[in-house]
């Protein structure tokens, strides 16, 4: 073999292996691409797990922020079910009658909509969640409004923006 084609041969593989590296580049970036879904392709499964939530101007007594742990319901395999944990101490204005620092929460995802009942006593209804899955955040944050429905809750109480953000899935 001349010189000349041994270095054809050379630079050909290299091409070869520059190529092949360039595909699987390409594939694995379209594979990423990929796993990320849309807020429509989210499912339920896919919020299981532990968030962080932040209120925005919060009703007095109620913190700024809250532990929500999410998981599939028990009897409705398709819903969610979970624990809400804030810690009322810690809050401007004193205890609010009718919330506690531990809730019970309920509800569904419809398409890219997060539906939630909370129960401070797990009996009676005390608040309702409406949310939306952000796009782009691969279903690892939502935004939406809380709105305070217990007993004690003022007829116009205002709906208190949130925003929940995944620390760690199932």
């Not at 970036?29 to 849309?38: D, L």
């Not at 925005?56 to 409705?76: C, D, F, I, V």
């Not at 531990?102 to 909370?118: C, N, Y």
């Amino acid at each position: 073999m001349t010189f000349f084609s041994t270095l054809q041969t050379h630079i050909f593989v290299r091409a070869v292996c520059f190529s092949l590296m360039m595909l699987l580049s390409l594939s694995s970036s379209i594979a990423q691409t990929k796993a990320c879904p849309t807020a429509q392709q989210v499912k339920t499964e896919d919020l299981h797990g532990q968030w962080s939530v932040e209120f925005t101007n919060p009703p007095r007594g109620l913190p700024s922020k809250a532990t929500l742990q999410l998981q599939r319901h028990a009897e409705y395999s398709e819903s969610l079910a979970g624990t809400l944990q804030r810690n009322l101490s810690g809050a401007p204005g004193g205890r609010v009658p009718g919330h506690s620092s531990r809730a019970q929460v309920a509800g569904d995802l419809e398409g890219g909509m997060l539906l939630l009942d909370e129960s401070s006593n797990g009996v009676n209804l005390t608040a309702s969640w409406d949310g939306k899955l952000v796009d782009g955040s691969c279903g690892q944050t939502i935004q939406g409004v809380w709105k305070d429905l217990s007993s004690d809750s003022p007829p116009d109480a205002a709906e208190v923006p949130f925003t929940m953000r995944q620390t760690s899935g199932w």
